[in-house]
């Protein structure tokens, strides 16, 4: 049988080499290339770390018992038992350390390495000074002990999240955030990273390089590529990886980890594909996108109701061009109507929605012509919850129906006069819960008298203008074509009638002096931009609204390609850049061409009497996912067997990133005579400091090349 001393003097003799190989690992760094089957000893530091702690923990209490020098036997099991310990805490440092070089990092990581390290000086030191004045010793023992707690709780924090420990005592209450207020990024999509990504991917363990706890790592993107590009299913890690099978390495999340559900694939999928924004707002998108219709859900409260869903084939005859008509959300059987467009209203249409009369909650008019048109049709609405009439030209005897349905819940009827009958009307709604009344004439006095015929209604009153001024919401541009033929009709709108809108027609930024008023709708046949600001006393201008109109001017006889565009980005080839057809700018690759290695060359010829003059080239931007202006764009002719520079133009660099947009260079060539013409985009050899990925190559991506006289 082996003898105590023999089993103390071997645990005494080990914990020397516990002690050198925590030197040379310390001390040696990143430098020590450690095989693999050596990983394996780091990654067992969660297992062996539990035997340290209890042993430790159990040799500190021998310390503290009376008059243990007086008891030998008792003595030295409490002696072996934290020699044992000791050593268990070498060996543990050492994993920890061997762990420490697997993508782990971070000011945890800092603090849970050198308080392991402390632990292991702490209890080796304790030991072999065990002999000193025992108040000494019971007073490091405590201190010993507050290490190791400290030190689990830090790697505690590592594996589970800082909160890990006190997460249980910490409120769950849950912020109620209104869907006008609500982030497509910070409320839909960063709690699915939260509860299915962030454990492997944030301060202290940040696998592939990817940091996925704030905004900056997860722009910046991994060892393997971009986190996400806008549009782009191909080039975003997000998208790569969780739709790759579940039983593959790099599916994420890992398969013994959570999985993502099917709604939270196709929320993330949509993200990316509506443009990958971290600041967008869920209620920019369009209320048909699918994103929002599955993320809209979550912050309307998903009210139940009773009633018969209505016949799809009814609600799919009711939706046109000027009228939209769908469920609140998803599976729901109420129904949200919207009008659009002022010179599309036919107020025929309106007895139209009879065929859901008992489905419609939600019921949208804003700015339509309602002057003179019965409103009574509304009081056959049974479920009308919500009634949107603002700025629609309402007189006493329409508000006077609509103070009669007794089952709306919000009003809104700013932009219309309230006179003294209509005011007692309203006054009687005790039912509404939210009434928008500004910009309808009301004195303070009729304010106060409606506040307080409706005590439990929040009414907004709107901007008073008295010391503070806002923005104006920007202007509407509408027209019905980007790429048009002989003429195009361009009009522009503001909710607030007596604001003045200014407006360009050449690009450049409009202003309050020398610019155009927009007075009726605008008749263009040429190519160009149009920016549009709006103007108001006691307001600030607001930021402009701009749009891309593009005269399709004639085609070439013969057009060609000096070199193929990216296959990932090819559309249909050189036909894309002339068959009319603009493309969207977050949808990267349906008709875009893109180019990166290679500059775009394009020859093309035309005929004897169609020459042109003029080339209108629309590009995208989208500097986040490596899309920027070319470097160069030269035009040359083809004269007497000899190329001739025509024009040429060298657009600045971004100098911040922007969402996916199109723009239009136009060029002029004088009146050269030539035979041919060779266009070239080249793109940017090296994108900019400021960017994530500088150094990179640039792409240009281009769908339409126009030529006009």
Known sequence: MIKISSIRSILENTLFIWIGLTLIITLAGNALVLPDWLQVVGRSHPILLHFPIVLLLMGLLFFWIPGIDKKPEIREIGEISFLAGCNFAGITVIAGLILAQEEYTGEILTWHKWGGLAVFVGCVLLYFFRSIKANLIRFSSIALALAIIATGHWGAGLTHGEDFLLAPIQTDEIEVIPLAEAEIFGDVVQPILQAKCVSCHKEGKIKGELRMDHIKGLQKGGKSGPFVLAGDFEKSLLIQRINLPEDDKKHMPPKNKAQLTDEELLILSEWVASGASFDQKLVTLPPKNELFQLASVKFEGNKIYSFEAADPEAIDELNTSFRSVMPLFPESPALDVSYFGISAFQPKSLTDLKKVKDQVVRFSLNKMPLAGIDLKFLKDFTHLEELQLNFTDLDAEQLKIVSELKSLEVLAISGNVIDNSSLQ????????KKLFIWQTGLSSQDKESIQKALPDTEIDFGFDGKGIIYELNSPIISQDKMIYEDSLEISISHPIKTAEIRYTLDGTEPDSISSPIYSKPIFTKKTGKIIAKAYAKDWKSSKGSESVFIHSGFKPSESSLAFD???????????????????????????????????????????????????????????????????????????????????????????????ARTELMNMNLGSSSYEKLKITLTPLSSLPKWHPFAGDKGWVFVDEVIFNK
């Open 565 to 659: 565009p990216n296959p990932k980005y090819k559309a249909a080839g050189v036909a894309t850049l002339f068959d009319s057809e603009k493309a969207d700018p977050p949808n990267h690759g349906q008709k875009w061409l893109g180019f990166q290695d290679d500059p775009m060359v394009l020859e093309v010829s035309f005929e004897q009497e169609s020459k042109p003059t003029e080339v209108s080239i629309s590009l995208l931007y989208n500097e986040g996912a490596h899309i920027f202006p070319p470097s160069k764009v030269t035009i040359q002719g083809l004269e007497n067997g000899k190329w001739q520079l025509l024009a040429s133009n060298s657009p600045e660099v971004s100098a911040k990133a922007a969402p």
């Open 425 to 432: 009307n309203l006054s009687k709604m005790n039912g509404l």
